[in-house]
């Protein structure tokens, strides 16, 4: 498997394409929302991490890079999104091996954290902690923004990038849409 960084807006047509199949083949065997052919869920991401096998997209992570507010303090994180393989390829390392790089870059970054929703084992092997939170974010529905939700999640996950302790007990603002 070949494993390629992308930015967003470097993205060819047939890379739009090529990622939108494969978010709509992964995420449609398990009863999520179809991407209607979009490489992206709700809003567009910052750079991906994209795995090759010859001519075919095999696996995809999204990253978004931004501040959030945690309690009083704001802070540099990664957001990751739409972890994905294709299902053909489930259970082979494609998405340990993408997960692998987009650490290796979260590490030069400038972030503190990564965040991630999700509850697939792989990223507890990966060191992500759960995290209970209570979380606050933009709503977003058919394009428009819609309301600021507020709720607590089961499905965080943190991995710390530094030396920096998550308080799981502060206030989570994502100071926009969930990635």
Do not use: C
Not at 54 to 77: Q, S
Not at 125 to 131: D, E, T, V
């Amino acid at each position: 498997m070949q494993i390629k960084t992308i930015h967003e807006i470097q993205l060819t047509k047939d890379d739009d394409a090529a990622i939108g199949a494969l978010l709509s083949r992964a995420f449609g065997q398990i009863g999520d929302d179809d991407f209607e052919g979009r490489s992206y869920y709700k809003q567009r991401h910052h750079l991906r991490v994209l795995g090759w096998e010859g001519d075919h997209l095999i696996g995809h992570i999204a990253l978004n890079f931004r501040m959030v507010t945690l309690g009083d303090e704001t802070l540099p994180i990664i957001g990751l999104a739409e972890v994905a393989t294709h299902p053909d390829h489930g259970g082979k390392g494609v998405a340990s091996a993408l997960l692998e790089e987009t650490i290796k870059l979260a590490l030069d970054a400038q972030a503190t954290f990564i965040l991630l929703f999700g509850d697939h084992p792989i990223y507890t092997r990966r060191g992500f902690l759960p995290a209970q939170n209570e979380l606050r974010y933009v709503g977003i529905e058919d394009g428009h923004i819609n309301t600021v939700i507020t709720q607590v999640t089961k499905h965080l996950k943190v991995m710390a990038l530094r030396d920096q302790s998550w308080d799981d007990t502060a206030k989570l603002d994502l100071l926009g849409h969930i990635f």
